[in-house]
């Protein structure tokens, strides 16, 4: 069994900042991608930001962004703690939408799986 945790939403006024986690827990081999998907509401759910486990030769990591949401949002991740961050500033009241984590990795029984968080929800409004 594989968990995935999302933290972090919340209400936040236009300009401000939000700093979203999501932990992976239980049985598994390694994680390939982690990513952060939205969904607004009326909207089909639209990939945000997704890093991934390898570097381009540089040392770089290999990072993929929507174009709305490109100088304003980095993502990161910490792979000891088997854990991804969405550091999101300058938030505009588009970015409003729940927030979801999916990581997608190889299980105990090398099976690739996707795995979905429950979903944090941003809020940005004055």
């Known amino acids: 069994q594989v968990q995935v945790v999302e933290s972090g939403g919340g209400l936040v006024q236009p300009g401000g900042s939000l700093r979203l986690s999501c932990a992976a827990s239980?049985?598994?081999?390694?994680?390939?991608?982690m990513a952060w998907y939205r969904q607004a509401p009326g909207k089909q759910r639209e990939l945000v930001a997704a890093?991934?486990?390898?570097?381009?030769?540089?040392?770089?990591?290999?990072?993929n962004y929507d174009d709305s949401v490109k100088g304003r949002f980095t993502i990161s991740r910490d792979s000891a703690k088997n854990t991804v961050y969405l550091q999101m500033n300058s938030l505009k009241p588009e970015d409003t939408a729940v927030y979801y984590c999916?990581?997608?990795?190889?299980?105990?029984?090398?099976?690739?799986?996707?795995?979905w968080g429950q979903g944090t929800p941003v809020t940005v409004s004055s």
């Open positions: 890093i991934d486990s390898g570097y381009y030769s540089d040392g770089t990591t290999k990072t």
């Open positions: 239980g049985s598994f081999l390694s994680i390939y991608t």
């Open positions: 999916n990581i997608s990795l190889a299980d105990h029984l090398y099976r690739y799986l996707d795995v």
